[in-house]
């Protein structure tokens, strides 16, 4: 079992729709959680960051993590053709020794 | 606002060559990474470094060395290149451990 699994899609979905992209993880010690937004031929840069459980809020984004089934989602309010991109999650431990561990990511389309 | 700065952007290589790809970062961090990432398998840790002077293996260190002789920069060599090193390589950088990670734009290497 993969570490972080996430449904590689592709999602298209009409701009204005609310978007729901979701991960699961499979183990309970991790402690942060993040979200990025990788552009064709760019890198991925961070969308959304938060530690432990809850929500976070930034404009028409929601990240929201519920460590009791291990599901993380983040949530994109009125999409746009613009948050067409693909998506990564992102998990670490805390200490020295702890990297991050990626989903493989979803690609999402917001059509006109 | 450079942020991480990755060279040279592209690359194609012959079966047996080497090469050095170069990762600048401008953020005063102390931790920097190398990934490459592939069609379906996301983004995978190549090695990674604590600290000037520092390198540890990641997930797939094989066929690759790394050096990081200044703390802004980390140098990911390949010492004799394959068609299966075929990949985007991205050079990522934070400030502590299991935290988010800065990216750079990535360079796409072609091995033949």
């Known amino acids: 079992q993969k570490e972080v699994e996430q449904d590689p899609g592709p999602l298209s979905v009409p701009e204005g729709a609310i978007v729901s992209l979701n991960c699961t993880y499979s183990?309970?010690?991790?402690?942060?959680f993040m979200w990025y937004r990788q552009y064709s031929r760019k890198g991925p840069e961070l969308l959304m960051y938060?530690?432990?459980?809850g929500n976070k809020e930034d404009g028409r984004f929601t990240a929201q993590v519920d460590k009791s089934s291990k599901y993380i989602s983040l949530f994109i309010r009125d999409s746009q053709p613009s948050d067409s991109a693909t998506y990564l999650c992102?998990?670490?431990?805390?200490?020295?020794?702890?990297?991050?561990?990626f989903g493989t990511g979803t690609r999402l389309q917001v059509t006109l | 606002n450079a942020g991480v700065t990755q060279t040279p952007k592209f690359r194609v290589l012959k079966t047996g060559q080497s090469m050095t790809l170069l990762c600048a970062q401008d953020?005063?961090?102390?931790?920097m990474y190398w990934y490459r990432q592939d069609p379906g398998m996301g983004l995978r840790l190549i090695h990674y470094?604590?600290?000037?002077?520092?390198?540890a293996k990641g997930e797939v260190p094989d066929g690759y060395n790394v050096s990081r002789l200044k703390k802004q920069n980390f140098l990911l060599g390949l010492e004799s290149a394959a068609p299966s090193q075929t990949s985007v390589y991205f050079c990522?950088?934070?400030?502590?451990?299991?935290?988010?990670?800065?990216f750079g734009d990535g360079t796409r290497l072609s091995i033949l």
């Open positions: 183990n309970s010690a991790f402690q942060y």
């Open positions: 953020m005063n961090h102390e931790y």
């Open positions: 470094s604590v600290g000037e002077g520092t390198t």
């Open positions: 938060t530690y432990s459980s």
């Open positions: 990522a950088s934070s400030q502590h451990a299991g935290q988010p990670q800065h």
């Open positions: 992102a998990i670490s431990l805390t200490g020295t020794a702890s990297k991050l561990t």
